[in-house]
């Protein structure tokens, strides 16, 4: 089965139209309506927001392949609920809704790959609640770890620490408390869990 990408570049209908975005750039606000769906050429982006006390909140890290507006387009409410910021330079395609609409009548193998896209990101937002569901930044790396088969890989502590919603020097002293205890073994980029959860 083709990606979504692919069937995107590979139809005339849905590759239509593309916006470029530089690194910083913000492509939409919070509050502002949603009135398409938007797939990653390449580059990445973030939708993130900040509380009363100015703490951030990011709801979704973007990379390329992956989609963003699709649980905003046919909901009653369509406003972003964060701001689209670039993260990496790159390029989006912008499906406007009766272009997708369109599309998902006429082509099978697409209306099959957008209900997968949209399933899988219903798992993937369960697993974020549960999460969030944890108060203890210990609880949550356990519970991510078991998600992962208890090893994961990762490309920053950064990174990690928003996947968790932790603090990077929160997680940063939780990791080497954990392997002090003999709980982990971590090499640069990598996490494996020695001991049952």
Avoid: W
Avoid at 80 to 88: M, P
Avoid at 147 to 174: D, P, V
Wanted: with cysteine.
């Amino acid at each position: 089965m083709k990606t979504l990408l692919e069937l995107i570049e590979s139809s005339p209908l849905l590759n239509s139209e593309k916006r470029h975005f530089k690194k910083g750039q913000i492509l939409f606000h919070e509050d502002e309506n949603c009135d398409a769906i938007y797939i990653l050429e390449d580059g990445e982006v973030s939708i993130s927001s900040y509380t009363l006390s100015g703490a951030e909140i990011v709801y979704n890290d973007v990379k390329a392949g992956e989609m963003f507006g699709n649980n905003l387009l046919f909901s009653s409410d369509n406003r972003f609920r964060g701001n689209v910021i670039g993260l990496k330079e790159g390029s989006i395609y912008i499906i406007s809704k009766g272009k997708l609409i369109q599309a998902l009548q006429s082509d099978q193998e697409f209306l099959e790959l957008y209900l997968k896209t949209q399933s899988d990101f219903g798992k993937s937002l369960n697993a974020k609640l549960k999460i969030l569901s944890f108060d203890k930044a210990r609880d949550r790396l356990e519970f991510f770890l078991s998600m992962h088969q208890g090893e994961i890989a990762f490309k920053s502590i950064s990174e990690l620490a928003r996947s968790l919603f932790l603090k990077r020097e929160t997680l940063s002293r939780l990791l080497s408390q954990m392997e002090e205890e003999g709980k982990i073994t971590r090499s640069k980029h990598q996490i494996k869990m020695e001991t049952g959860i």
